[in-house]
């Protein structure tokens, strides 16, 4: 299930809310938003030529087939950059920010193990060099949260956190 | 009336894609970029309904429904959504004036066209008619919210048990927020259940069993700050919800909150978040470390403790409810993007489950200078196995 639907009807508003476990793409140079990141992983991406551009906001690393595809780094990613196609995006020229993927608590659950927020980052590198796109900048891991603001107009990513200050990708 | 996960989870959807039509109704009707944040069922007392309304001052319109389905719809909004959305429907109205009427029936008109949406939803799915009403209008000068209801035979004691349906919209960037509530009778969730596939069901009584366990819980956490700080403090609300794993996070907003995180093991096992504004932090530590220049290190000591207390007083009464230890962890301290905190502890659930049951819990002093939140995330299987503790037949 997903929370925000991705085939929101035009904005008004040009803002653009993209929930968890889902994304959303914009082709009129509005912007896309997300909160609340912690060991989930932002994945922007963007085709400077056409100017369509996209936000997924991935809760886990790999997707489980009976799972709702946006809650999912790969498959999540996999489906934005199918959307962006069909809004005129060319994948070629297509490039990608990251943000997100933190570790805040080391819980005992973990076992040991890597943590959701660094497999949540593996994956999406992972799934991104599979499909021949590049990472053009990337604000990972760490142990607080984000928030995103991709302005599509630029494909400039804001990220903000509590901790460490805003920054532009 | 027995309720099992399975049903749950169709509640669940069924809400949500209701309220996804309900939505885009309105985008359709008055070019308003409407979303669904959050759908939660919840389990609660027509008590608890009406105290929220009269709390947060909401304006609502009723609509009933009957046939396949029998009970009430409610689309609520805070007085100043009301306002916007008025205004956004006809501009230039001055709803203080003699437009009030007119106020009334805008609102009315958005109510119909969205719970109407919302209903056919519910009905495609059991395959079935259901007819509504025409919409009531109430603010907080009539009656309560489930007032008309009761007109229509819809009975409810005030103590009885309620499967409430509540879904958090949101339009224009966040300017407008509606609550969209259905409440179907008990016979109604009945007929759903059966249409869900009912295997293992459990009786309401054990849900409803827990749910006054969490009261008892957050009552005693409440007690428990009061009596370190000196606060006066009481529980706002207090409820268990069941929502898709990815709404718990979505339930916070991205506003920086301080507390504690804590682990806690046994059966059930899971998550728990103590999350203070910074302005009711900076009072816990100021009144745990009366007239002292209290730097960063020490502050955060006297969240740990007061996290540590609100921890106990909370999660006691469910060990000695349920028979069982349960063991906590030490707390951390967060400070940090209120919904970026709970993210990895829905995370880690989100990994063997789809669903969660939420407990969240308010408390608070009476001016709102002081809030304190209670996230608390158990395990669902385990949490599950725990409340055939709780059944009566067990």
């Given at each position: 299930m997903q929370v925000y639907t991705t085939d929101t009807p035009t904005s008004t508003s040009g803002r653009i809310k993209v929930g968890i476990a889902d994304y959303a793409v914009d082709s009129d140079g509005g912007s896309l938003t997300t909160s609340g990141l912690g060991s989930c992983i932002g994945v922007a991406l963007y085709d400077p030529d056409s100017g369509v551009s996209g936000l997924a906001?991935?809760?886990?690393?790999?997707?489980?087939?009976?799972g709702d595809p946006a809650k999912f780094a790969d498959t999540g990613i996999q489906s934005l950059l199918s959307e962006m196609q069909d809004a005129g995006a060319d994948p070629t020229r297509v490039v990608a920010k990251l943000a997100g993927g933190s570790t805040m608590f080391d819980f005992t659950s973990a076992n040991g193990g890597e943590s959701i927020g660094d497999r949540n980052v593996e994956s999406a590198r992972k799934t991104l060099e599979r499909l021949d796109i590049d990472i053009v900048a990337m604000d990972v891991g760490g142990d607080h949260g984000r928030s995103l603001e991709l302005d599509t107009s630029t494909g400039d990513l804001r990220v903000r956190s509590a901790k460490a200050g805003d920054q532009i990708l | 009336m027995n309720l099992d996960v399975r049903s749950l989870r169709t509640f669940s959807r069924l809400a949500h894609s209701g309220a996804e039509k309900a939505a885009g109704s309105l985008t359709t009707l008055a070019g308003i970029d409407t979303y669904v944040n959050v759908t939660k069922v919840e389990l609660g007392t027509k008590t608890d309904v009406e105290n929220e309304f009269a709390e947060r001052d909401l304006v609502s319109v009723n609509i009933g429904f009957s046939g396949g389905l029998d009970g009430r719809t409610i689309l609520a909004f805070s007085p100043e959504s009301a306002e916007r959305l008025v205004d956004a429907l006809v501009p230039g109205m001055d709803p203080t004036s003699g437009d009030g009427e007119l106020a009334a029936s805008s609102l009315k008109e958005v109510a119909n066209i969205m719970l109407g949406g919302f209903i056919d939803g519910w009905a495609d799915y059991l395959d079935t008619s259901i007819d509504i009403t025409t919409p009531t209008y109430v603010d907080e000068d009539s009656g309560g919210p489930l007032e008309e209801v009761e007109t229509d035979g819809f009975e409810h004691r005030e103590d009885e048990r309620i499967l409430v349906f509540r879904n958090q919209l949101e339009a224009a960037d966040d300017a407008?927020?509606?609550?969209?509530?259905?409440?179907?009778?008990?016979?109604?969730?009945?007929?759903?259940?059966e249409a869900s596939g009912d295997d293992g069901a459990l009786p309401v009584e054990s849900f409803a069993a827990f749910s006054e366990m969490i009261c008892d819980g957050a009552n005693q956490a409440s007690d428990d700050i009061t009596a370190m700080t000196g606060i006066d403090t009481a529980v706002e609300v207090s409820r268990l919800s069941f929502v898709p794993i990815e709404g718990v996070p979505m339930s916070l907003t991205d506003g920086v909150r301080r507390g504690v995180v804590l682990e806690f093991t046994g059966t059930p096992s899971g998550y728990i978040a103590i999350l203070f504004d910074e302005p009711?932090?900076?009072?816990?530590?100021?009144?745990?470390?009366?007239?002292m220049e209290a730097d960063e290190a020490m502050r955060q000591s006297a969240i740990q403790e007061i996290g540590n207390i609100v921890t106990s007083g909370f999660l006691d009464g469910w060990a000695n409810a349920l028979e069982t230890t349960i063991e906590i962890s030490p707390p951390r301290h967060v400070h940090d993007i209120g919904s970026a905190i709970v993210d990895p502890l829905a995370t880690d659930l989100a990994q063997s489950q789809e669903y969660a049951f939420l407990i969240d819990s308010t408390i608070r002093t009476d001016d709102d200078e002081f809030t304190c939140d209670i996230y608390a995330l158990p395990d669902e299987n385990e949490l599950r196995k725990a409340l055939e503790q709780l059944s009566p037949a067990a």
């Open positions: 906001h991935a809760m886990l690393p790999e997707a489980d087939p009976s | 407008i927020g509606f609550d969209l509530y259905m409440v179907p009778t008990s016979q109604s969730i009945g007929t759903i259940v009711s932090a900076e009072n816990i530590a100021s009144s745990l470390l009366p007239g």
